[in-house]
């Protein structure tokens, strides 16, 4: 069997890596302010990004990085308080199969601020993850796998994921440019320590009045191994990005919500595992035929 391709291997590394912050990061969030939570997750993984930074040579930087790092950062910033709103005011099976689309906006959105092209072997990879990441989370939902899409007119959460997913699909693909024009190590740690200081005051802001116990009852601490995880999502992807084209990369890296179920199952009892199947058999054709279009 011929080894998977370097860019591949890296993208299931910040799947896992992804999936096992988000797992913690809930842990976490069981007795915490979630804009607390969120900050404090960036926070701890600045000592990871930074300790690295020491290690790698700063590239010669033009005028295109500046600019998709300037235009990057408010929608970076704008996108996590959406993500945090839309879980908070619907229900998760309302909400999170929306994530499966920012690949499918990829393929427009990478073609027009990058120029990357997918194949037909690659777009239907593509779609079909997408579709396997939506049936993950719809298990629950008695009215129907349609429910998500109508409750549109009805969830302020479903309309928010959907703009979540939009500007994901936007903030890549502006990460890619930058990194063409930087390196992907050193435009991801600095976009980090960007998004985390400019997120700071809103974090902050949000969670002021339990600020003071969540400090002082040490509770920050559990969100100091999510931190780690999260440095390594962002370092990994950041070079997976560099490798091949993004839409490729962020399908492969959706499939942190098939490993989500799996963590859902082992820590949080969650169950409906044998329901999701068909969800999972989508995202891992999908995989076979986007790893296979190289």
């Not at 427009?108 to 990357?116: F, M, R």
Request: contains cysteine.
């Amino acid at each position: 069997m011929a080894m998977l391709p370097l860019w591949v291997i890296l993208s299931l590394v910040t799947a896992f890596s992804l999936a096992t912050s988000d797992a913690l990061t809930k842990k976490a969030l069981t007795d915490s302010n979630e804009y607390l939570v969120a900050w404090f997750r960036l926070f701890f993984s600045l000592p990871f990004l930074i300790i690295t930074w020491f290690f790698i040579p700063v590239p010669q930087l033009d005028n295109i990085f500046f600019i998709a790092f300037i235009c990057a950062l408010p929608i970076e910033l704008i996108t996590i308080v959406l993500y945090i709103k839309a879980l908070k005011v619907s229900p998760l099976s309302l909400t999170l199969p929306f994530l499966a689309l920012t690949p499918v906006f990829l393929i427009a959105v990478s073609y027009l601020l990058l120029g990357e092209k997918v194949s037909v072997r690659g777009g239907a990879g593509i779609l079909l993850i997408a579709a396997g990441s939506y049936l993950l989370h719809i298990h629950k939902i008695s009215k129907g796998i349609l429910e998500p899409l109508k409750a549109i007119t009805r969830e302020r959460g479903s309309v928010m994921m959907i703009c979540v997913a939009l500007l994901y699909s936007i903030t890549s693909s502006l990460g890619k440019m930058a990194i063409e024009h930087s390196s992907p190590l050193f435009f991801g740690i600095t976009y980090f320590i960007g998004v985390t200081l400019c997120f700071a005051p809103i974090g902050l802001w949000m969670g002021k009045s339990e600020l003071k116990p969540f400090v002082k009852g040490k509770m920050y601490r559990s969100v100091i191994l999510p931190g780690f995880f999260f440095a390594v999502m962002i370092a990994t992807h950041m070079i997976a990005m560099k490798l091949t084209k993004v839409a490729y990369m962020i399908s492969v890296k959706r499939t942190s919500l098939l490993i989500g179920v799996f963590y859902g199952y082992i820590f949080f009892r969650e169950t409906d595992i044998r329901s999701r199947a068909l969800g999972a058999a989508l995202m891992f054709a999908g995989f076979i035929l986007i790893v296979t279009t190289h």
